[in-house]
């Protein structure tokens, strides 16, 4: 049997692949190698999967933000083989799976547009070239963190239009004091401006929003698939502010003279597709 895992802060989406071919799907809260020691780790395997997949689970390939060698990759490998011994685990960043999702084995672009931005070269088999993503202050253009730093800054500056001004304040009840400490003071800022992607939606029609998306996916191509061959392969996407802003992001790609590849909402069902034809 072999497990998966794509793993967010708030929650982990599993797939078992069973000997037979066919597909278990679990989800249990959130793992962050980084701030969560093996016992809470442990716990979590022992309470929701060893109850779904039992002891037998011969690969495991976890794919996690952040994760990229070192103690965090350490401490995983340890955990799994604690609860399921035996067992060979691999942990690897996000982006290796974006590449392995949208890619396949085969070379290509690949970008994650989500809570946070990023992108790489894949040659098929590794990450051949990764462009910084730099975080929600350094950069993750076009991310969700990203719109919502730039719809609050707008809201903050008095530039919102009325009609949207008014919604936004109808809706969240948000002074000034409260953002800033939301953004400077309190832990997972940029979840809390992710947060407001939705609302970035409802009115992506309305040409101050137009305006803000097309400029920012305008700003994510410039500033890194630029470094890439796009010329040669299309760029491919996975991330809920791809998917559920597909249609402006694909007139970006075309005017930037980039060829729009795949768009997938998650991750997790190309991994599993990408792992059952491994040879």
């Given at each position: 049997?072999?497990?998966?895992?794509?793993?967010?802060?708030?929650?982990?989406?599993?797939?078992?692949?069973?000997?037979?071919?066919?597909?278990?799907?679990?989800e249990?809260?959130?793992?962050?190698?980084?701030?969560?020691?093996?016992?809470?780790?442990?716990?979590?395997?022992?309470e929701?999967?060893?109850?779904?997949?039992?002891?037998?689970?011969?690969?495991?390939?976890?794919?996690?933000?952040?994760?990229?060698?070192?103690?965090?990759s350490?401490?995983?490998?340890?955990?799994?083989?604690?609860?399921?011994?035996?067992?060979?685990?691999?942990?690897?960043?996000?982006?290796?799976?974006?590449?392995?999702?949208?890619?396949?084995?085969?070379?290509?672009?690949?970008?994650?547009?989500?809570?946070?931005?990023?992108?790489?070269?894949?040659?098929?088999?590794?990450?051949?070239?990764?462009?910084?993503?730099?975080?929600?202050?350094?950069?993750?253009?076009?991310?969700?963190?990203?719109?919502?730093?730039?719809?609050?800054s707008?809201?903050?500056?008095?530039?919102?239009?009325?009609?949207?001004?008014?919604?936004?304040?109808?809706?969240?009840?948000?002074?000034?004091?409260?953002?800033?400490?939301?953004?400077?003071?309190?832990?997972?800022?940029?979840?809390f401006?992710a947060?407001?992607?939705?609302?970035?939606?409802?009115?992506?029609?309305?040409?101050?929003?137009?305006?803000?998306?097309?400029?920012s996916?305008?700003?994510?191509?410039?500033?890194?698939?630029?470094?890439y061959?796009?010329?040669?392969?299309?760029?491919?996407?996975?991330?809920?502010?791809?998917?559920?802003?597909?249609?402006?992001?694909?007139?970006?790609?075309?005017?930037?003279?980039?060829?729009?590849?795949?768009?997938?909402?998650?991750?997790?069902?190309?991994?599993?597709?990408?792992?059952?034809?491994?040879?």
């Amino acid at each position: 049997m072999q497990l998966i895992a794509d793993s967010g802060s708030t929650k982990v989406s599993w797939r078992a692949i069973l000997d037979d071919g066919s597909v278990k799907s679990v989800e249990t809260v959130g793992i962050n190698p980084v701030f969560m020691d093996d016992a809470a780790i442990e716990s979590i395997l022992m309470e929701n999967l060893v109850p779904v997949t039992g002891n037998s689970v011969e690969k495991i390939f976890f794919y996690g933000a952040g994760v990229v060698g070192g103690e965090p990759s350490a401490k995983l490998e340890r955990c799994f083989g604690k609860v399921f011994p035996g067992s060979e685990c691999e942990a690897v960043s996000d982006v290796l799976a974006a590449a392995r999702a949208l890619c396949g084995h085969k070379p290509g672009i690949a970008c994650i547009l989500g809570t946070g931005s990023n992108s790489c070269f894949y040659d098929g088999e590794a990450i051949e070239l990764n462009v910084r993503a730099g975080g929600f202050i350094l950069g993750d253009e076009a991310s969700g963190a990203y719109l919502g730093k730039r719809l609050i800054s707008d809201f903050i500056k008095g530039l919102l239009p009325p009609p949207i001004e008014k919604e936004f304040t109808k809706r969240y009840g948000l002074d000034y004091m409260t953002i800033v400490q939301k953004v400077y003071r309190e832990p997972m800022p940029s979840r809390f401006l992710a947060s407001f992607s939705p609302f970035i939606a409802e009115f992506k029609n309305h040409p101050h929003m137009a305006n803000l998306l097309k400029s920012s996916f305008e700003e994510f191509l410039r500033r890194n698939i630029i470094h890439y061959d796009y010329k040669k392969y299309p760029v491919n996407f996975v991330g809920s502010v791809a998917y559920y802003y597909k249609d402006i992001l694909e007139k970006a790609v075309n005017a930037a003279g980039m060829r729009m590849g795949i768009i997938l909402k998650a991750p997790i069902d190309g991994l599993v597709e990408y792992h059952k034809n491994k040879k």
